[in-house]
């Protein structure tokens, strides 16, 4: 009986050490270390991002994005389903109210199904432009290079047509606050394009 423990202990001590010389060939990645210097979310990109599609509005007419050209625009990517979503549009519209005047344009992206965009936009009254698309509504938002994992999302287009940044989740007053104040000072000279990026990567 000890002899056969014995024999038992001596092989689970092998099997152990056989595994343990096993583990210690495999390579272990680190992990990917973050530039003290530069912001996690910063907007890092070798050539600048200059959107450009086509989508249908909610009367089924194909609109070009170059439409609003001139103007600083805010693409926001919504659905009907979606609670955050919902709660930003009554913010978005006074926002248009408050800042069209000044060279700002909400466009309104619905990533969902035409019929029922329509139907909800009855009751929203919209002052700004809807989209609807699905697939091609996401890769609109997936040309920022930023993995578009949910909704709601935001892409910040300066006048010349070059997306600066973008914001996940909703969006509050706040934020458009802070949005406005940088790209009125990109407009007045007091910055550059980069400046204006790095001032953005706070949303």
């Known amino acids: 009986m ?26 272990v990645q680190a992990p990917a270390q973050v530039n ?3 912001p996690a979310t910063a907007d890092v990109r070798d050539e600048p991002i200059y959107p450009a599609f086509q989508l249908a509005d909610i009367d089924g007419i194909e609109r070009d994005f170059s439409e609003w050209a001139g103007k600083h625009r805010l ?8 609670a955050p979503c919902r709660r930003e549009i009554p913010l978005l519209k006074a926002f248009q109210d408050e800042q069209s005047g000044y060279g700002f344009q909400v466009i309104g992206i619905a990533v969902d199904f035409p019929e029922q965009v329509a139907s909800y936009a009855e009751s929203a009254e919209f002052n700004y432009p809807i989209l609807v698309g699905q697939e091609d509504a996401m890769a609109v938002a997936e040309s920022s290079g930023v993995e578009f994992i949910g909704m709601p999302f935001t892409m910040i287009v300066a006048a010349d047509g070059e997306l600066l940044n973008t914001h996940i989740g909703e969006i509050f007053a706040a934020d458009l606050e802070h949005i406005v104040k940088v790209l009125t000072m990109l407009d007045n000279g007091e910055i550059d394009k980069d400046s204006a990026r790095k001032a953005l990567n706070f949303l």
């Open 2 to 27: 000890q002899r056969s423990f014995l024999v038992f202990a001596m092989a689970f001590i092998a099997l152990m050490a056989g595994a343990l010389f096993y583990a210690a060939r495999i390579p």
């Open 36 to 38: 003290a210097e530069q």
């Open 75 to 82: 693409l926001n990517f919504w659905a009907t389903w979606c």
